[in-house]
């Protein structure tokens, strides 16, 4: 076999009743000059000897001798590769036959994008297809300031399975942030982004993309699970955040945030306070951990902003913005109606009467955090 050209590279874990379905997808692909590498992750079902029974030269399998988490994994599949281009699929989703293909096209041919995204099928357990669910918004070629733009205010709208990336990006920027669990994919394409590349997507459903109970976005119906996951995420979204912070060139800046022409002045030297602003204003938006994170980064940023005297000295005389603003920001990192919505996670359970002491615990809190009610918001 020549030396393949792409590397289609399977994070997996647990996944016993899909593998072998994953697998088999790559295999049938009408493009044949590609490597498969499989890094399992310790699993503890019957994964190992499903993927040992295809005998396919092109597969590449390792086993972790210990759990090394979903952090890890996929940089350990971007260390084994030696191809040109890498396609990251998880070990329950497919491909359709001729994704590879169209894949290579599009990235050599069509429109020079340095990463490709996809638009997907969703199916459910038993491969049967469902409503398709497409995280991808409107197909339209987007510049990349639109793209960091969009996924600022609009959240995350990319997939983590079925991108299609040139390796070299990875040599330049470096791989996966693995102390991210939950946004690590998120983080790595802003900083793509931010670091100059271009990203496309592609308007056909190359990929399957799986629902089941083992999804973890359907495995939170435990309160205590539910709340330590969302705690973490609140924490990673701040440091998502801090790659907007990344970007040198100052009109691509504006372009990128093309609010900040309606503020009174517009200086490089105050892009920090035009940041904080904007995301404090996505924090109000809503109730959520994701609106909390955007308040959190927003805070960071005017508490660096107040302790560099002249800096503030000048803001507060262009824009109006004083310690007093900041505490008020301060105030409203969580407010009642954040707490009104964590309460509501799980109604039925936290607040039945057969709860469990741990269900109790929860309530309790929620109890003990409403006796200190936020300050009166202003209009």
Not at 14 to 25: D, L, M, P, R
Not at 27 to 51: A, G, M, V, W
Not at 197 to 222: G, W
């Amino acid at each position: 076999m020549k030396n393949p050209k792409i590397s289609v590279c399977i994070p997996s874990y647990n996944h016993e009743k899909y593998i072998g379905k994953t697998i088999e997808s790559i295999l049938n692909q009408t493009y044949e000059n590609f490597e498969i590498i499989i890094s399992d992750d310790n699993s503890k079902d019957n994964s190992e000897n499903i993927i040992k029974s295809y005998k396919d030269q092109r597969i590449n399998f390792y086993k972790n001798n210990n759990n090394i988490g979903p952090g890890l994994n996929p940089n350990k599949l971007i260390e084994l590769s030696s191809c040109d281009y890498i396609l990251m699929i998880s070990s329950d989703d497919m491909l359709r036959e001729d994704a590879l293909e169209i894949f290579l096209k599009e990235i050599e041919i069509v429109n020079g994008a340095d990463v490709l995204f996809c638009y997907c099928q969703t199916i459910d357990e038993n491969d049967n297809e469902i409503d398709s669910y497409n995280m991808m918004v409107a197909n339209q070629k987007r510049d990349r300031n639109k793209l960091l733009n969009e996924l600022f205010y609009e959240q995350n709208f990319l997939m983590g399975t079925g991108v299609f990336v040139k390796k070299s990006i990875f040599s330049a920027i470096d791989k996966f942030n693995s102390t991210l669990i939950q946004s690590q994919d998120l983080e790595m394409w802003i900083r793509i982004l931010t670091s100059g590349y271009k990203i496309n997507i592609v308007s056909e459903k190359l990929i399957k993309y799986r629902i089941h109970n083992k999804n973890l976005s359907n495995n939170l119906n435990e309160p205590l699970k539910n709340i330590t996951i969302n705690s973490r995420y609140i924490f990673e979204i701040q440091k998502v955040l801090e790659n907007y912070k990344n970007i040198k060139d100052f009109n691509f800046f504006i372009e990128t945030f093309p609010n900040i022409l309606k503020y009174p002045v517009i200086d490089e030297k105050y892009k920090d306070y035009y940041l904080m602003k904007e995301a404090f204003n996505v924090g109000m938006k809503g109730h959520g951990c994701y609106n909390i994170a955007y308040k959190l980064f927003a805070c960071d940023l005017a508490y660096k902003i107040i302790h560099n005297k002249e800096l503030c000295k000048e803001i507060d005389q262009i824009f109006g913005f004083d310690f007093k603003d900041f505490s008020q920001m301060l105030s409203q990192i969580i407010n009642v109606d954040n707490i009104d919505y964590f309460s509501n996670i799980n109604p039925k359970k936290i607040g039945s009467k057969n709860n469990s002491k741990k269900q109790n615990k929860i309530r309790d809190l929620f109890k003990f955090l409403k006796i200190f009610p936020a300050n009166e918001r202003k209009n």
